[in-house]
Every structure is written in C-alpha cells, then in structure tokens.
C-alpha cells in the first residue's frame, strides 16, 4: 500500500486519479468498506475532525467530543507542518534531512503565519485529554471553539499548499 501511495504522489502520476479501499471491523462485525486513508495523513486527521465538529446530537458530551476534535486538529497541524509548510525536509521518523526541499519552505509565510498557527497548537495542547492542565486555568472546549479553530488553521493552510 505504501508503494502505491509514493508511486501516486511522482510528478509522472499526477494527472492519475488513484483510489484505495480498506476493510476494517467494528467490535464484533467485519467487512466495513471504506475509501482508504493514510493514518498520518492531513485529509485522515481532518475528516476526524470534521466528525467531530458534526458531531452534535442528542446525549454527546460537547467537552468530550471537542477533546477528541482537538487532538485530531493538533495531529492535522503536525502533518501540515512536517508536510505542507516545511516541504517534507525534516519529516518524524524519517531517516535523514531532505535537504533540497530546503528551498521550497516559504519562510516570509511561515513568519506571518507561524504566530496564529502556535496560538492553535496551543489551544489544541490545553484542550486535548492527554494534556493536564493547571486548575487555576481550567479549559471546557466547546464545539464552535472547535470550529472556529479548524476555520482558522485551514485558511492559513492554504497559504502553503
């Protein structure tokens, strides 16, 4: 599958459309199929997120949901990071520096930007489960934080890809 995904990404495939499909289980049930999506993907975490800010219906704990949200919205910053504004020089768990993208990361954008981006990133940190925070500074994200956050990070992703 690997393969396939770095063979879809070459400039000689780019104008081929490529579509993979996985299987998966749910508790008990198999055979669920679903259009593939790599893990560590920007479009992977940003569907979860999307979930979650649609998430709304009758019973959902809002905080709960938006904890869930946030964690998938700092996952989806990280890859837009490593990918989109840092041209896949230095990518987690890589083996080296691809030191000729060095040329494409656009740093008067990364300048503008690099500010709302790290005040997102923050929020994310302090509103996620996996974080404690101080009890002096408690946060209860809401949805339409969750929202207007993702709002905020994909217009600013737009100005690298």
């Known amino acids: ?24 289980n749910n508790f008990d049930e198999t055979g669920f199929l679903e259009e593939y999506a790599e893990v560590n993907s920007f479009g992977y975490y940003k569907k979860k997120v999307e979930a979650a800010v649609n998430g709304k219906r009758s ?55 690099k500010g709302s981006l790290n ?10 489960d996996g974080h404690s925070s101080s009890p002096v500074v408690h946060t209860t994200p809401t949805i339409n934080e969750l929202k207007a956050d993702l709002d905020a990070f994909l217009k600013i992703r737009t100005h690298f890809i």
């Open 1 to 24: 599958m690997n393969s396939l995904i770095q063979q879809s990404e070459l400039a000689t495939n780019k104008d081929n459309t490529f579509k993979a499909y996985s299987l998966r």
């Open 59 to 113: 019973g959902a704990d809002e905080e709960k949901l938006a904890r869930e949200g946030y964690g998938h919205l700092r996952a989806a910053i990280e890859v837009a990071v490593e990918q989109d504004i840092l041209a896949k020089t230095i990518v987690r768990h890589g083996s080296g520096v691809a030191f000729p993208g060095l040329v494409r990361i656009q740093g008067e954008k990364l300048d503008e930007h």
């Open 119 to 128: 005040d997102i990133y923050e929020k994310c940190c302090k509103s996620i």
